[in-house]
């Protein structure tokens, strides 16, 4: 249960300066604090370690370090107050993360929370975010459901788009590889039972469906899932040309090395959470060339090359090459909030509701507490997880289309 209880305390990897000295230089508006707490609850083991693990987690950890490398969180006298982190594991349980988000509002009282990881998750935790009076800035979770979302819980944020937007984003790519005769217009599809695969999925048919596209294959499986076996069978027996598989980390990976063993190589392979993580690319080598998924970076984006490599001098691996960046935005846009309007987090809430930040995406300005700008489509070209959609925005890459075959 040592992972239940553990607090621990980050003070910037080793912060150089004593904790007396900062009081010290502190003036009266601050003396009463000794810091600023900030708590969050994430899945340092279990199935969704992996992705906490790449996008969510490491981003907490470099954001903290940055923060207090530099004096701490400013607030609006000018003064610093360094972070004072308190971390759960919540073992990828979800009736954990929602007692371990309760004791962080009701025991800890810390003053801030930092969201979980996973779309379900992130909805299973929402209501208390709003009862507590804490805003949730919901990174990792997809959803279409957002608008709805924002006028329940007014401090919540929801920073990664909804499910139309990437399935929109992908019968666009299909319907111009269709047109040029690269394709048919037959699709299989299968997606992972959980508030993430039924998002993406109950919005993929009908996006499918305007596009003139036929869904020949639709099975859902339970999160857990080892064996893609026979749905890889059936999907290779549907005559589809186009594979989507709306998974998560593990499934993602266990997809691809079964769809290599069963010689299953589809004109379009179109993957889920997982396949813009690093060590995916790593692992398949040239194999990853051609498969596609959500998300995606411009490599010549130089704000995005400046975090990449800051992550990895820090952190000691690569970022994922989607929701990463998207997370560190988030928090640097919490802390100039901070900044801007103080410690209150109905102030806080409102400021990032309403102001403009500069972060490592550039200028953000949220609609509706809504992140719109994103990129919604990439694909694994020649080593690199390169954005393919939206196609018209600057940075995009031209997707390539039929994937090569496995080698």
């Known amino acids: 249960m040592t992972t239940l209880s553990r607090r621990r305390v980050l003070r910037s990897f080793g912060m150089s300066i004593a904790l007396a000295t900062v009081l010290g230089a502190l003036p009266a508006t601050a003396q009463d604090r000794t810091s600023v707490k900030i708590g969050y609850a994430i899945s340092k083991t279990g199935p969704n370690s992996g992705g906490a693990g790449i996008t969510t987690l490491p981003n907490y950890l470099l954001w903290v370090k940055d923060v207090n490398d530099a004096g ?7 003064t610093k107050l360094p972070i004072e982190v308190i971390e759960y594991d919540d073992r990828s349980s979800a009736e954990e993360v929602v007692r371990n988000i309760e ?5 800890d009282k810390v003053d801030f929370i930092l969201p979980p990881w996973g779309t379900g998750f992130n909805l299973a935790v929402a209501p208390l975010f709003d009862r507590f009076g804490y805003p949730q800035l919901a990174v990792s979770a997809v959803t279409d459901k957002a608008p709805e979302f924002v006028k329940r819980w007014k401090k919540s944020f929801w920073l990664l788009g909804g499910g139309h937007d990437y399935t929109n984003a992908l019968a666009g ?3 111009k590889a269709a047109d040029a005769g690269t394709i048919n217009k037959k699709v299989a599809m299968i997606s992972v039972a959980d508030g993430f695969g039924i998002d993406l999925v109950t919005a993929a048919r009908p996006s499918l469906a305007d596009a003139g596209f036929e869904v020949v294959f639709d099975v859902t499986y339970p999160a857990g899932t080892t064996d893609f076996t026979p749905m890889i069978n059936e999907a290779a027996a549907s005559g589809a ?3 989507v598989a709306f ?4 499934e993602t990976f266990a997809l691809t090395e079964q769809a290599q063993v069963a010689k299953f190589n589809p004109k379009v392979l179109y993957l889920g959470v997982g396949t813009g993580f690093p060590a995916y690319g790593a692992k398949n080598g040239a194999n990853a060339e051609g498969i596609m998924s959500l998300g995606g970076i411009d490599p010549k984006n130089e704000a995005n090359a400046a975090y990449r490599k800051r992550h990895e001098e820090v952190i000691g691996n690569a970022p994922d090459l989607w929701g990463s960046v998207v997370t560190y935005n988030s928090l640097q846009m919490l802390q100039e909030a901070i900044k801007r309007r103080g410690l209150d987090r109905d102030a806080v809430a409102d400021e990032l509701s309403n102001g403009t930040f500069q972060t490592v995406l550039g200028e953000v300005k949220l609609e509706d507490n809504q992140l719109r700008k994103l990129w919604l489509g990439g694909q694994w070209q020649n080593g690199q997880f390169v954005a393919v959609a939206p196609v018209d925005r600057e940075g995009a ?3 390539i289309l039929p994937k090569p075959a496995w080698q």
Not at 72 to 78: N, Q, R, V
Not at 247 to 250: L, Q, R
């Open 72 to 78: 701490g969180l400013e607030l609006p006298d000018g």
């Open 103 to 107: 004791r962080l509002a009701t025991q």
């Open 173 to 175: 790519l299909l319907s």
């Open 241 to 243: 040309d186009t594979f």
């Open 247 to 250: 998974s998560y980390p593990p």
């Open 397 to 399: 890459a031209a997707a």
